[in-house]
């Protein structure tokens, strides 16, 4: 991490720009797909490192993510990075769809075990023929296809499943030991659970960038439920923050952009400047947000110059 706020070229102090990647989910109708590429449109000249594309068991969403990351080869020239599960699926199957990202020239995976079959908070059952561990996977994508990068998923607070964090750090070691080279956490809301974590993590002897997931909230009551379940902690502060503007989406999301705004640039006060946005297919927030973080597009630079 360098301190984002300043840097010394040639004895000036000089703006560091933050690197940023977004995360979207594949459209399930004509209006969502209208509203992913309207999003894509606004946040691609941004210059993120990366986006990653979501994905579930089942063959269907399976090719709403082909076809999104398809696209997005296509007409845009943004970087894709596929996500890729070992739920539902034998490692036949997982290693066509692999071999599928990479003939289309993908060269950038999300490796993550998945949310168990019947939902999150039932039993974790694994496919009787699949893998059955994201660091199994990530091992046979490194193998398949040395040349793609796999990212991984960190924990600030422990995965839910984990017996406790030290279980769950060696889950991480492992995975960083079969070839993943870059870890997104999971949503947090206090920095300092986050930099808690980065402390358990560099002891244990695991350096990759672990790389904060930052989810601004367009609706809180629907996002509170969502994280929960993840286990992420919910803070009083920040539900009193939300108080009262259930149904006053204008007001709630002036909240939520000050709120993410305020984790990012306190965040990159303390020397962190790579972020990860869960953009929920929307752009807006995240396009303010990395405003305040001195992120503009290519064209505002040009006109300003």
């Known amino acids: 991490m ?8 040639d004895g000036h102090a000089a703006i560091i720009r933050p ?9 399930k109708s004509e209006d969502m797909d209208r509203t992913l590429w309207s999003s894509i449109e606004r946040l691609a000249p941004l210059e993120p490192s990366f986006v990653s594309v979501t994905y579930g068991a089942g063959g269907s969403t399976r090719e709403r993510t082909h076809a999104t990351i398809a696209r ?5 020239a943004l970087l894709p990075a596929a996500h890729l599960t070992c739920v539902g699926a034998s490692r036949g199957e997982i290693d066509d769809v692999v071999d599928r990202y990479h003939e289309v020239g993908v060269r950038h995976i999300v490796a993550l075990r998945g949310d168990p079959p019947g939902g999150i908070g039932t039993p974790y059952t694994t496919h009787a023929d699949g893998y059955q561990s994201s660091p199994e996977l990530v091992a046979s994508i490194k193998k398949r296809h040395p040349d793609i990068e796999v990212t991984v998923s960190a924990y600030p607070e422990k995965h839910p499943e984990s017996r406790d964090f030290d279980a ?13 080279t870059r870890a997104i956490t999971q949503v947090f809301f206090d920095n300092d659970v986050y930099f808690r974590y980065l402390d358990r ?3 244990r002897g695991i350096d990759i960038p672990i790389v904060p997931g930052i989810m601004p909230l367009h609706n809180f009551k629907q996002a509170r439920g969502f994280v929960s379940r993840n286990g992420t902690t919910v803070p009083s502060w920040l539900a009193e923050k939300f108080d009262g503007l259930d149904d006053d989406p204008e007001t709630r999301k002036l909240v939520a952009a ?4 305020g984790q990012v640039q306190k965040l990159a006060k303390h020397g962190v400047d790579t972020f990860h946005f869960y953009t929920m297919n929307r752009a807006d927030l995240v396009f303010a947000i990395s405003h305040l973080l001195g992120i503009r597009p290519k064209s505002a630079h040009k006109a300003a110059a």
Do not use: Y
């Open 168 to 180: 769950d750090i060696d889950m991480l070691k492992a995975k960083v030991d079969a070839g993943a």
């Open 201 to 203: 993590v560099r002891a």
């Open 258 to 261: 000050t709120v993410a705004a």
């Open 2 to 9: 360098t301190d984002l706020a300043t840097a010394i070229t």
């Open 72 to 76: 997005i080869l296509k007409e845009t």
């Open 19 to 27: 690197k940023i990647s977004f995360e979207f989910f594949p459209p």
